[in-house]
Nanobody, 120 residues
Framework: QVHLVESGGGLVQPGDSLRLSCAAS?????MGWFRQAPGKEREFVAG????????NYADFVKGRFTISKDNAKNMLYLQMNSLKPEDTAVYSC????????????????WGQGTQVTVSS
């Protein structure tokens, strides 16, 4: 089973950008980013297919976040622009055996998460 480690979180101001990375210990198929804010359930943020050619996003990040995948390096990224205070959460990457990823895809492997705090 692949092991996932996130990095890149931190404290930023509203309107700033941040790029999250997720290092996988081996090759992956579909992958995704999720987030969980204090007192809230974990929610789907973005997903990417095995090849990296197909992506989908939650409505609340469309146009602001971009998910990408480098299969040669076993890396997953989430570029986050125009960050808002409501984006504050622990962000986790996940891997699935599915080739195509969507909000209802079942993910088998999860990283520990990285904290993103957006505050002035």
């Amino acid at each position: 089973q692949v092991h996932l480690v996130e990095s890149g979180g931190g404290l930023v101001q509203p309107g700033d950008s941040l790029r999250l990375s997720c290092a996988a210990s081996g090759p992956t198929f579909g992958m995704g980013w999720f987030r969980q804010a204090p007192g809230k359930e974990r929610e789907f943020v973005a997903g990417i297919s095995s090849s990296g050619r197909a992506t989908n996003y939650a409505d609340f990040v469309k146009g602001r976040f971009t998910i990408s995948k480098d299969n040669a390096k076993n890396m997953l990224y989430l570029q986050m622009n125009s960050l808002k205070p409501e984006d504050t959460a622990v962000y986790s990457c996940a891997a699935t055996r599915s080739v195509v990823v969507g909000p209802k895809t079942i993910f088998q492997t999860w990283g520990q998460g990285t904290q993103v705090t957006v505050s002035s």
